[in-house]
């Protein structure tokens, strides 16, 4: 890991065609602009890993039997 001390308008270049700039600084924050091809998806940390849970969920096996059971129950429910 990298680790480097930039001030508001100064960058660091990642690579050829990545830039990150500090836009502001304050508050306990720091904000940042990304210039980077679109094709390089940018995505924070915690959205990241919630798409890898949501991915993961959604390759689990359900039993079809459990899912015939929650699609009757369903539609008993739209029925009154």
Known sequence: ????????GESLVIGEDIEITVVSVGR?????AI???S???ILR???LK???S?????LEAADAAA???LLAAAKQVAEK
């Not at 890991?1 to 508001?8: F, G, N, S, T, Y």
């Not at 949501?54 to 959604?58: G, H, L, Q, T, Y």
């Open 50 to 52: 919630a798409k890898e």
């Open 39 to 41: 094709d390089v998806s």
């Open 67 to 69: 899912l015939m059971d």
């Open 54 to 58: 949501n991915k993961e969920a959604s």
């Open 1 to 8: 890991m990298l680790i480097l001390q930039r001030k508001a």
């Open 35 to 37: 210039a980077a091809p």
């Open 28 to 32: 306990g924050q720091v904000s940042l």
């Open 45 to 47: 940390s915690e959205l």
